[in-house]
């Protein structure tokens, strides 16, 4: 008995000496001092023991399972220690490592610029408004004083739904659908997406931007609309800005223009930028044609209006001085990230 014990603790100590994990040392436990364990197994075997020899045996086995769990707690405690030190080890940062560069979103240069449109027309008491992509015949052209077999109808090249339904080709219709609410007085901008049926080139695309102004009030004239534009080309382009009003013409408004701004990279002397002009042309304005107010039921005795038109990429082409506007279309991050 005393030699099996002395076998029994011996191999216990020695397995527990070259233990790695705790899943092992665990094993060991189990197979010692479990239920169905060696030690277990000895202890129930006592009644096989002479009386006189139980109390030393018992005492042995005592001292044995003492050991064995002295043991176990030293070699369990030595194991997490191990343990923790290669967890510690391996979330060690080093922190003079370079970093690892996010790539951050960015506005687009068509963004920028409505974005600052936005600001100065804003700052002058303008609502921004919206309205349907996809638009009556009637507020597209109709109510703007475009009739049907009007040459101005072939000049917009559009893309028809139906019969009455439409693409819209420019952001004119939403004055009409302003004006019609009948809610005075009207100081908006409105802008948004167009659709023409035109080849991709360097300055054309099915697909662009227009912001639309509208004006109606009691007693606005024509020096309304210059002194507006004046001071959105200086707020827009920079203050020394010059603008011009060329005579044009429009069938929604009457007397209209197209407004030239001084070229910006030359000062007016003429260089690639303005093609030697000095002028860039940026919109087309005028005031509201009296038929176009009484056909959205607003009298023109009473009120007047002006109206303006700006090429949205037009304008972002301009000031970022990029010279073909399929760039801003395909979306190539290395060149969007330049804004
Ligand atoms: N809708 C015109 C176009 O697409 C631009 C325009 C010109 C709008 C004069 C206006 C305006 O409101 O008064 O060519």
Redo the contacts with the bound molecule.
């Keep these: 008995m005393k030699e099996k014990l002395q076998a029994i603790r011996e191999k216990a100590m020695e397995q527990m000496g070259k233990a790695t994990s705790l899943e092992h040392l665990n094993e060991i436990r189990v197979a010692v001092l479990g239920k169905k364990g060696e030690l277990t197994q000895v202890l129930k075997s006592m009644k096989d023991v002479a009386p006189e020899d139980r109390p030393k045996v018992g005492q042995m086995v005592n001292e044995a399972r003492q050991a064995i769990e002295e043991k176990l707690e030293a070699e369990t405690a030595a194991i997490r220690r191990r343990l923790r030190e290669e967890k510690m080890k391996a979330e060690v940062i080093d922190v003079t490592l370079p970093g690892t560069r996010n790539l951050q979103g960015h506005r687009h240069p068509n963004q920028i610029a409505l974005d600052d449109l936005e600001r100065v027309f804003i700052g002058m008491g303008y609502e921004v408004v919206e309205g349907p992509e996809v638009e009556y015949d009637h507020y597209n052209f109709e109510l703007l004083n475009i009739p049907a077999n009007h040459p101005a109808k072939d000049e ?1 090249d559009t893309f028809y739904i139906t019969k009455e339904i439409l693409l819209r080709t ?1 952001t ?1 219709p939403v ?1 009409a659908r302003v004006m019609e609410t009948g809610r005075m007085p009207i100081r908006i901008i409105a802008p948004g997406r167009v659709f023409r049926s035109d080849e991709v080139d360097a300055t054309h695309s099915p697909s662009f931007h ?1 912001v ?2 509208l004006v109606v009030d009691r007693g606005i004239t024509f020096a309304d609309l210059k002194g507006t534009l004046e001071q959105f080309a200086k707020e827009f382009f920079g203050p020394d800005t010059k603008v011009k009003f060329r005579p044009h013409h ?1 069938p ?2 009457e007397p ?1 223009a197209e407004v030239d701004v001084s070229c910006f990279k030359c000062g007016g002397k003429g260089c690639r930028m303005c093609k030697g002009s000095g002028w860039i042309e940026i919109l ?3 005031m509201v044609h009296p038929k176009v107010l009484r056909d959205c039921g607003i009298d023109p005795e009473v009120y007047q209006g002006f ?3 700006i090429g949205l990429e037009r304008v972002a082409l301009l000031k970022y001085e990029i010279d073909d506007m399929r760039l801003l279309y395909e979306n190539d991050v290395r060149f969007l990230r330049q804004f």
Excluded: D, L, M, P
């Design positions: 917009q420019q004119s004055q227009q639309e102004g429009f929604f408004t209209s087309g304005c005028g109206a303006f038109g």
